[in-house]
């Protein structure tokens, strides 16, 4: 029986052993493959198909995204009204995103109710008809949202740092502008639903409580289309990074305070640097106890909060500082995040320091892990980064391991302010 007089033994949370419960795999009679983590006591379930139909394949700004936005507005046998209906009157929740290499379509219900959904997602995959009023309606609503965005000085400046990284033209670097979304057209939506979603590549992801015939259930409604296994091959598309790094926009006159973004280009997860890197970010600038959070928040007063992070992107990525401060010190601000990279490269970190930030990268896995969504939402990044099991183990590994010497090596590699692309939007 437990003893509820004495205190438990305190475990830091750099001595756990973390485990990844593995997925199973199904394949569908078409080829198209399933990850399956069968877990949890709750009778719900999270279905989630992922297409190789991001804008890397568009040819035209802004179709990936109108085409996976108006995947639920209109059959050849439902209106998007009756879409919607169907799958609210189960008390579920089907939506659809889209990303940079990959478009999403997703489902949350009751496992008892999945088999009434599922046929409305196979058709939604292969009957959609976008409508000619439901595009001007998506337009409309798009343009509106895009005129009031652009007044903030926030989303300004998160266009144009990733268009300074990566290049205008480039899929990390482009952004939807007016003129773009007013000239999309039915018959280059049709032509792109096509190729990328009722022709195109695709994954599946499920987890939760699952049904004893949930492979029954999905190669019934999905393992008769014409989908394809991913490739996870996406074509090469070179960046091309602005040539200026130093950038100061007024956006709008009356504004008290500035969007800062600095950034630079930074490898993906393949490069040997970047999982120790990850650790030196979170030191950095990654939780609300890092240098740049105790420093220009806690110490100088200067922004409510300030973070550093590496960009999720698949191809190639970006190592990012945002925050948002008083228009008279936003020069004073950018100047204190030098600082501290200075100081990175010229310090060991303390032991005490290093050890919080292990503690705490340790504990935020572990809170990870809890739930099937988690986990498959784990191995989804694994996967699509085209990846396996080992990169989890050698991730919580290079927590554990790496020491103050190799933070301050990979310091001075990485942290030096002129590889910064340095950007306040006022």
């Not at 999403?104 to 409508?131: A, R």
């Not at 952004?175 to 792109?192: A, C, G, M, N, W």
């Not at 204190?336 to 060991?348: D, G, R, S």
């Amino acid at each position: 029986m437990m003893n509820r007089k004495s205190a438990p033994k305190i475990t830091e949370a750099v001595n756990f052993t973390l485990n990844l419960k593995p997925y199973e795999t199904l394949v569908l009679d078409n080829g198209v493959k399933v990850y399956a983590i069968n877990e949890g006591p709750q009778d719900i379930i999270q279905i989630e198909i992922v297409f190789s139909a991001g804008n890397w394949f568009e040819n035209k700004n802004g179709i990936a995204g109108a085409t996976n936005f108006m995947l639920k507005n209109g059959t050849t046998q439902k209106t998007a009204l009756q879409i919607n209906e169907a799958f609210e009157y189960y008390g579920t929740f089907c939506s659809r995103h889209c990303y940079n290499e990959t478009a999403t379509l997703s489902l949350h219900t009751l496992t008892k109710y999945l088999h009434h959904l599922l046929p409305v997602m196979q058709e939604l995959i292969s009957d959609s008809v976008f409508p000619e009023n439901e595009l001007e309606l998506f337009k409309q609503n798009s343009l509106q949202k895009l005129t009031v965005n652009l007044r903030n000085a926030e989303f300004v400046a998160g266009r144009l740092i990733d268009s300074y990284v990566y290049g205008e033209n480039h899929p990390y670097g482009i952004y939807t502008r007016p003129d773009t979304l007013e000239q999309l057209t039915v018959e280059e939506l049709k032509l792109f639903y096509n190729q990328y979603y009722l022709n195109g590549e695709a994954v599946l992801f499920v987890s939760g409580n699952l049904p004893e015939k949930i492979f029954e259930l999905l190669n019934n409604n999905f393992g008769k289309l014409s989908l394809k296994p991913a490739t996870f091959h996406y074509p090469a598309k070179v960046a091309t990074p602005s040539i200026v790094k130093k950038y100061r926009i007024e956006n709008d006159k009356t504004s008290v305070q500035g969007a800062i973004r600095l950034a630079q280009p930074f490898p993906n997860r393949h490069h040997p640097d970047f999982k120790k890197v990850m650790l030196l970010n979170c030191l950095f600038g990654g939780f609300f106890g890092s240098r740049l959070m105790s420093n220009i928040r806690e110490d100088k007063g200067f922004t409510y909060g300030i973070y550093s992070y590496i960009q999720n992107h698949l191809q190639q990525s970006a190592w990012l500082i945002s925050t948002e401060a008083g228009k008279d010190v936003c020069e004073a601000t950018i100047s204190e995040v030098y600082k501290e990279m200075k100081a990175l490269t010229q310090k060991h970190v303390g032991k005490d320091e290093l050890l919080l930030v292990k503690n705490y990268m340790m504990g935020t896995i572990l809170g990870d892990l809890n739930g099937p969504f988690q986990i498959m939402g784990r191995w989804k990044n694994i996967i699509l980064n085209q990846l396996d099991e080992t990169y989890f183990y050698d991730s919580v590994k290079a927590i554990k391991e790496t020491t103050a010497e190799e933070l301050m090596e990979l310091s001075k590699k990485y942290l030096s302010p002129e590889q910064f692309y340095e950007l306040v939007v006022y």
